[in-house]
């Protein structure tokens, strides 16, 4: 594909809908990043020049087209200690240093890793993010008037009836304007965008984090650095699987990688904080219609206008309009078909995706729940691995001769399955080993080997193992303790 066609594709097909779907995010964006903002501990800009800045940037060096990426819950909750005890520049420099260890992730192709994320994993992780933007919408219904609910209601009225009057315009911008319109005319007492925190009137300015540059500023950030990276990048992976199923197109990770450190060291000089892709504001581009780098793009700077420009219009912006476009992102978001997949699905499969939710939702910690998830599609897949691995014994007509056939993968959890298969009671002067249906993964796997050789020897058996491929037959060339050279060899055939 040539760069004019790939530049095409990626930025100018279907220039209207994007520009629509990009409005939608700005708008939805702004109360998000006051949130994260007042998360953080810092001033509710500081949240709204990252969104802006984040969108941009990633829109343009970022993986995966259509992906929404700005300041987030998951890396907010990560600055709270730093802002407090060290003050806001340290956190500036922070999110420099998050995006060159982001850029070395991708220089190390790190983004690879997502093959070992399963598909149990990333739904127990969808509908953990789909459960929680629906109970982040709660404060905004707790001890409010019927008003609110009113506005609530009828704007997921227009969210899921426009549709069918037509789908060029995204529902959920239609529900905002005219939520917006009606509260000004009518005067009714709700929330509003202004009550969760002041607009910048100015654009952000670039300038150096005023730390001092020596190894102690590095000690301070580097741990908060290192751990905002990791969970953005973990949530930036997860988020552009996703968007790649819901599109059915496939996305680069490894340049998101890089995307997404790109776009933080350039926030840190902006004077704002770190963030990565945001799964709920993905999924409203994509429902809208985005599918390209222009509705990022468009979204980041749209936003960046709105709170400079046209602050004290969307100050005036009622909070359940954009309650119930989360509401629709949430019940979107969630898979539904994993509620009833549980029963006709493994039960590993199920238990994994439910642990990733509990966890999640538990601790409010992406990854420690996605960590928990890999952590157990790894032990269930070891044990049903484990579980295809057998030993048949063959003794010769004069008793002599015994012939161990070993089928399947021996590793560190099939591994005890070989040594207990061996009967050590009643040794013939030879044993014979077959391993041709067998591979040998790990040292654990050629210590189990070690063992059975070595014992058996003790019993006055001479050992012959046969049929080692070659990636085995190294192995235990170069761990096996039976095959050093103050040892009597065992024959390899």
Same mark, same amino acid.
């Given at each position: 594909?040539?760069?004019?066609?790939?530049?095409?594709?990626?930025?100018?097909?279907?220039?209207?809908?994007?520009?629509?779907?990009?409005?939608?995010?700005?708008?939805?964006?702004?109360?998000?990043?006051?949130?994260?903002?007042?998360?953080?501990?810092?001033?509710?800009?500081?949240?709204?020049?990252?969104?802006?800045?984040?969108?941009?940037?990633?829109?343009?060096?970022?993986?995966?087209?259509?992906?929404?990426?700005?300041?987030?819950?998951?890396?907010?909750?990560?600055?709270?200690?730093?802002?407090?005890? +060290?003050?806001?520049?340290?956190?500036?420099?922070?999110?420099?240093?998050?995006?060159?260890?982001?850029?070395?992730?991708?220089?190390?192709?790190?983004?690879?890793?997502?093959?070992?994320?399963?598909?149990?994993?990333?739904?127990?992780?969808?509908?953990?993010?789909?459960?929680?933007?629906?109970?982040? *919408?709660?404060?905004?219904?707790?001890?409010?008037?019927?008003?609110?609910?009113?506005?609530?209601?009828?704007?997921?009225?227009?969210?899921?009836?426009?549709?069918?009057?037509?789908?060029?315009?995204?529902?959920?911008?239609?529900?905002?304007?005219?939520?917006?319109?009606?509260?000004?005319?009518?005067?009714?007492?709700?929330?509003?965008?202004?009550?969760?925190?002041?607009?910048?009137?100015?654009?952000?300015?670039?300038?150096?984090?005023?730390?001092?540059?020596?190894?102690?500023?590095?000690?301070?950030?580097?741990?908060?650095?290192?751990?905002?990276?990791?969970?953005?990048?973990?949530?930036?992976?997860?988020?552009? *699987?996703?968007?790649?199923?819901?599109?059915?197109?496939?996305?680069?990770?490894?340049?998101?990688?890089?995307?997404?450190?790109?776009?933080?060291?350039?926030?840190?000089?902006?004077?704002?904080?770190?963030?990565?892709?945001?799964?709920?504001?993905?999924?409203?581009?994509?429902?809208?219609?985005?599918?390209?780098?222009?509705?990022?793009?468009?979204?980041?700077?749209?936003?960046?206008?709105?709170?400079?420009?046209?602050?004290?219009?969307?100050? *005036?912006?009622?909070?359940?309009?954009?309650?119930?476009?989360?509401?629709?992102?949430?019940?979107?978001?969630?898979?539904?078909?994993?509620?009833?997949?549980?029963?006709?699905?493994?039960?590993?499969?199920?238990?994994?995706?439910?642990?990733?939710?509990?966890?999640?939702?538990?601790?409010?910690?992406?990854?420690?729940?996605?960590?928990?998830?890999?952590?157990?599609?790894?032990?269930?897949?070891?044990?049903?691995?484990?579980?295809?691995?057998?030993?048949?014994?063959?003794?010769?007509?004069?008793?002599?001769?015994?012939?161990?056939?070993?089928?399947?993968?021996?590793?560190?959890?099939?591994?005890?399955?070989?040594?207990?298969?061996?009967?050590?009671?009643?040794?013939?002067?030879?044993?014979?080993?077959?391993?041709?249906?067998? +591979?040998?993964?790990?040292?654990?796997?050629?210590?189990?080997?070690?063992?059975?050789?070595?014992?058996?020897?003790?019993?006055?058996?001479?050992?012959?193992?046969?049929?080692?491929?070659?990636?085995?037959?190294?192995?235990?060339?170069?761990?096996?303790?039976?095959?050093?050279?103050?040892?009597?060899?065992?024959?390899? +055939?």
């Amino acid at each position: 594909m040539s760069i004019v066609t790939r530049f095409r594709q990626e930025w100018l097909s279907n220039i209207p809908t994007e520009i629509l779907s990009g409005t939608l995010v700005a708008l939805a964006l702004i109360p998000e990043a006051i949130g994260f903002s007042i998360v953080a501990g810092v001033d509710p800009k500081i949240g709204l020049y990252a969104s802006f800045s984040i969108a941009v940037v990633t829109s343009i060096v970022g993986g995966r087209p259509a992906m929404i990426s700005a300041a987030t819950a998951s890396t907010a909750v990560l600055m709270t200690t730093l802002v407090r005890d +060290h003050g806001i520049q340290y956190l500036f420099a922070a999110t420099v240093l998050m995006g060159v260890l982001q850029v070395a992730a991708g220089a190390a192709r790190l983004g690879l890793l997502m093959r070992f994320v399963s598909r149990s994993v990333i739904t127990g992780f969808v509908n953990a993010l789909a459960i929680l933007i629906f109970l982040a *919408q709660v404060p905004q219904l707790t001890g409010v008037g019927w008003e609110t609910y009113a506005m609530v209601a009828a704007g997921l009225a227009i969210i899921y009836l426009f549709p069918f009057v037509t789908k060029r315009v995204p529902s959920g911008l239609v529900s905002i304007v005219v939520l917006t319109g009606f509260a000004m005319f009518s005067g009714l007492q709700v929330h509003t965008v202004g009550d969760m925190g002041e607009l910048p009137s100015s654009l952000p300015m670039f300038a150096l984090p005023n730390v001092p540059l020596n190894f102690e500023t590095l000690r301070i950030i580097f741990p908060y650095s290192l751990t905002m990276a990791a969970v953005g990048l973990l949530e930036s992976l997860l988020t552009a *699987q996703i968007v790649d199923d819901m599109t059915d197109t496939g996305s680069n990770k490894n340049r998101e990688c890089v995307g997404q450190g790109v776009a933080n060291f350039v926030t840190g000089f902006l004077g704002a904080m770190g963030g990565c892709a945001m799964i709920g504001q993905s999924v409203i581009n994509v429902t809208a219609g985005g599918r390209t780098r222009l509705s990022t793009f468009f979204a980041g700077c749209l936003l960046l206008f709105l709170i400079v420009v046209l602050g004290d219009w969307v100050k *005036q912006i009622p909070m359940p309009a954009l309650v119930a476009v989360m509401i629709m992102v949430s019940i979107s978001t969630f898979s539904w078909s994993s509620v009833t997949n549980l029963r006709s699905y493994p039960l590993s499969s199920s238990v994994v995706m439910l642990a990733t939710v509990v966890v999640v939702v538990g601790t409010g910690d992406l990854s420690m729940g996605v960590l928990v998830g890999v952590l157990l599609s790894g032990v269930f897949f070891a044990a049903k691995v484990a579980r295809l691995m057998s030993v048949e014994a063959m003794r010769s007509e004069d008793g002599r001769v015994v012939t161990y056939v070993v089928t399947g993968q021996v590793f560190f959890a099939s591994s005890n399955v070989l040594t207990e298969a061996i009967d050590y009671q009643d040794v013939p002067p030879q044993v014979r080993i077959d391993v041709g249906q067998a +591979h040998f993964w790990d040292v654990t796997a050629i210590g189990a080997l070690d063992v059975i050789v070595l014992k058996l020897r003790r019993h006055g058996a001479e050992v012959e193992i046969i049929g080692l491929n070659e990636a085995s037959a190294t192995m235990v060339e170069r761990f096996a303790s039976h095959r050093r050279p103050d040892k009597p060899k065992t024959a390899i +055939h």
